[in-house]
């Protein structure tokens, strides 16, 4: 049977066909890898990150507390029931931006649009009232709105990296 020219040639365009998704799945990261700036981790293992709050829709949530200093909001994503992947990094906001650009910037990173205006004008409130920036992006991270990007996202408040 493996003698079979017709079997031959099948195992080689599986195998074929292996080797080239993987090398479209490599492209695909490495274009998405703008965004992982030097410091940055571009994936996160799930099992490296212990003490993660969940969020309604699957979406988790870690704040790293090291140190005093300037901190930013990096959010990561996976596919939906790959709970083994890693996380690969979709984009990164300063944790230390204006009310209106964190709420602004919240949108983009989480959402993926612009703010309207009722939501945008809510949160900038409660940012002016003191409510902590963190109530925020939870807010939108655990929204319906968030679960329908069909992934899995972590959001991560850590320190910004040496230069």
Known sequence: MTDDPVFAALLF??????????????????????????????????????????????????????????????????????????????????ADAAPEDLVTGGFRLILQREPDPGGFAFHLNGLRAGRPAANMMRGLLGSAEAAERGEQLLLVLAPVPPP
């Open 13 to 94: 365009r599986n195998r074929l066909r292996g080797i080239l998704a993987q090398e479209a799945e490599r492209a695909w990261r490495d274009r998405q890898g703008g965004l992982a700036l030097a410091g940055r981790p571009a994936e996160l293992e799930p099992a490296l990150l212990p003490e993660m709050e969940a969020l309604p829709g699957g979406a988790l949530f870690r704040s790293i507390p090291e140190g005093e200093g300037p901190q930013e909001w990096r959010l990561y994503g996976r596919a939906r029931g790959a709970d083994f992947a890693p996380f690969s990094l979709d984009g990164v906001l300063s």
